[in-house]
């Protein structure tokens, strides 16, 4: 069946660091892929998101693109801030799968100054 | 106001009692959807709904059932509560248009623990 695969956390940079959260992936055909953050006692929030090869994704300095030749979806930002500090989760939904997703199992960031 | 809401915030119940969540909405979306969230396995989906009356099985629906009472509300059921039930549990919503890269929108989640 269809997976997700993420780099295990936490992840703890300084301010300014750049981050890097490695995803890889198992399905058939053209998944779309997903980002999404959950803040502290929230709920999870879209961050960005590809539909097609090569399509890269971005939002809030946050930027992935869609490499269907590794079955990948990296996350990174150029500068992270305290802000930033959430558990990011990433997902796909398979082609023609009634958008019903299916998640990896989240990294925490953490970012301290 | 919130566009998802999850009642309640934190539950707190023992072994074999029946419990429910509820989940109720104000964006209009046909499609909801339950998961629980466990340390180290992310998001599982429970249950999903695609209007009133389709209803489907997720991951991991054993032990629970759900119900679609209208378009904006969505309730999660747990006959007989069990320890390995304690998670943190979110509903969420999205359009229908036919497309596989809807966005969800996720409720606060509620946080139930089985003594």
């Known amino acids: 069946g269809d997976s997700v695969t993420q780099m295990e956390g936490p992840v703890t940079l300084s301010e300014e660091a750049f981050l890097t959260i490695n995803c890889t992936y198992t399905?058939?055909?053209?998944?779309?892929l997903f980002w999404y953050v959950q803040y502290p006692g929230e709920g999870l929030q879209l961050l960005l998101k590809?539909?097609?090869?090569?399509d890269k994704g971005s939002n809030k300095g946050f930027e992935a693109t869609y490499r269907k030749e590794t079955t990948s979806f990296h996350l990174e930002k150029g500068s992270v801030q305290v802000s930033d500090s959430a558990v990011y989760f990433c997902?796909?939904?398979?082609?023609?799968?009634?958008?019903?997703?299916?998640f990896g199992t989240g990294t925490q960031l953490k970012v301290e100054l | 106001d919130a566009d998802v809401t999850q009642t309640p915030r934190n539950r707190i119940t023992k072994t074999g009692k029946r419990i429910m969540l509820e989940c109720s909405q104000t964006k209009g979306h046909d499609r909801m959807y339950w998961y629980r969230q466990d340390p180290g396995l992310g998001l599982r989906l429970i249950y999903y709904?695609?209007?009133?009356?389709?209803?489907n099985k997720g991951e991991i629906s054993d032990g629970y059932s759900v119900s679609r009472q209208a378009q904006a509300k969505f309730s999660l059921s747990l006959e007989s509560a069990i320890p390995n039930q304690t998670a943190l549990y979110f509903c969420?919503?999205?359009?229908?248009?036919?497309?596989?890269?809807?966005?969800?929108?996720f409720g606060p989640g509620t946080r139930l623990t089985v003594l």
């Open positions: 590809a539909t097609k090869a090569d």
């Open positions: 997902a796909l939904t398979p082609t023609g799968g009634g958008n019903k997703l299916t």
């Open positions: 969420a919503t999205s359009d229908f248009r036919d497309r596989d890269d809807n966005e969800q929108f």
């Open positions: 709904s695609f209007d009133v009356k389709d209803i």
């Open positions: 399905a058939t055909g053209y998944p779309s």
